[in-house]
């Protein structure tokens, strides 16, 4: 599974981080990644918010489908370690989705 069909399992992702916070390094570059992919086109419910501020923690949430909501303090996260997360739960809907397909 690539990183644009995680957002299939996705519904929403809340971004927050303070601009120039050096330890915001690798949400800038899953914002960069949101801004450049086409989300849509694998849920058309996918929404995102980014929230740009001078004192902010760096941090994420991801709304699933499911309505699991996963909360990490990026602080000292790399950007594999950010994605690694969110394709965790995202897997896990993805073999669910399969093993009900092939039952059925």
């Given at each position: ?10 519904n ?6 303070a ?18 992919q ?67």
């Amino acid at each position: 599974m690539n990183s644009a069909h995680i957002f299939r399992y996705v519904n929403h992702v809340n971004v927050n981080f303070a601009v120039l916070d050096q330890h915001a390094r690798s949400l800038r570059a899953l914002v960069g990644n949101l801004a450049s992919q086409n989300n849509t086109r694998f849920n058309k419910n996918f929404t995102s918010k980014i929230t740009y501020a001078d004192h902010l923690q760096p941090t994420l949430e991801v709304h699933y489908t499911d309505k699991h909501v996963l909360r990490l303090n990026t602080r000292e996260m790399s950007s594999t370690q950010i994605m690694d997360e969110i394709w965790q739960h995202a897997r896990k809907l993805k073999n669910e989705e399969d093993i009900r397909v092939f039952c059925e």
